[in-house]
């Protein structure tokens, strides 16, 4: 059955470091999201791809927090410099679009000292 | 104000009973969608059930049915003969709309135990 693949799926760093996670969606989703999720809460979203286009990223936090979907398939996001507010589990998920169900990959859980 | 309210953080429910999770929402697009999501404690978010507005009947998918109250705005997730692997959290979220950011806006969620 096909999943979306995340890693790392832990990653443990200090403040003021630049973290990365990647991402590869089921193949043909189209859209891709990137989400975080802080301990007690349900997840919020930080990006929305469709194919390699942003759709939405109002609630991304620019001056630190980049991502990118160069060829459409699979994606990076990255911290730098990362923040003790930053610990937190970051989901990625895939769709083919509209009202169809997200699937979500295992997430990559953050803790930054 | 929040679109999507959990008001239960735990709930427990005794091994083979039925459970109801209560969810409440908040829109005036008259289009949108409603999903249930399953998070065990190792972190995935595991998809169970999708109501959407202008369907008729409430759906169901094996053990899961959502209880669809359109003019309440609730749209309450129950888990009949509960099992031990159901204990988990399980967030409520809707989409709006039809087009542009296809976000999903997520409850609290509710921490269900399901006990021997």
């Known amino acids: 059955e096909a999943e979306v693949a995340q890693s790392p799926r832990y990653k443990i760093t200090e403040k003021s470091q630049a973290v990365a996670f990647w991402c590869d969606p089921i193949?043909?989703?189209?859209?891709l999201y990137w989400y975080r999720q802080i301990l007690g809460q349900g997840p919020e979203l930080l990006v929305q791809?469709?194919?390699?286009?942003?759709?939405?990223d109002s609630q991304l936090p620019k001056d630190r927090f980049s991502a990118e979907r160069l060829k459409g398939v699979d994606s990076t996001l990255k911290i730098q410099p990362a923040e003790l507010g930053d610990s937190a589990m970051y989901l990625c998920?895939?769709?083919?679009?509209?009202?169809?169900?997200?699937?979500f990959g295992p997430g990559t859980r953050l803790t930054v000292l | 104000a929040q679109k999507i309210t959990q008001t239960q953080p735990g709930m427990f429910v005794q091994e083979k009973e039925a459970v109801t999770l209560d969810c409440t929402y908040d829109?005036?697009?008259?289009?949108?969608?409603l999903f249930w999501y399953k998070q065990p404690s190792s972190g995935e978010m595991i998809f169970l059930i999708y109501?959407?507005?202008?369907?008729?009947q409430n759906a169901t998918e094996g053990r899961y049915s959502l209880n669809f109250q359109k003019a309440r705005k609730s749209a309450n997730l129950v888990i009949s003969a509960s099992q031990l692997g159901d204990s988990a959290m399980y967030f409520c979220?809707?989409?709006?709309?039809?087009?542009?950011?296809?976000?999903?806006?997520f409850g609290k969620g509710t921490k269900l135990t399901v006990n021997p």
């Open positions: 998920a895939s769709s083919l679009g509209g009202m169809s169900e997200q699937f």
């Open positions: 791809f469709q194919d390699e286009s942003v759709v939405d």
């Open positions: 979220a809707m989409r709006e709309g039809q087009g542009g950011s296809e976000k999903l806006v």
């Open positions: 193949s043909g989703h189209a859209t």
């Open positions: 109501q959407g507005s202008y369907d008729q």
């Open positions: 829109t005036s697009d008259p289009s949108y969608g």
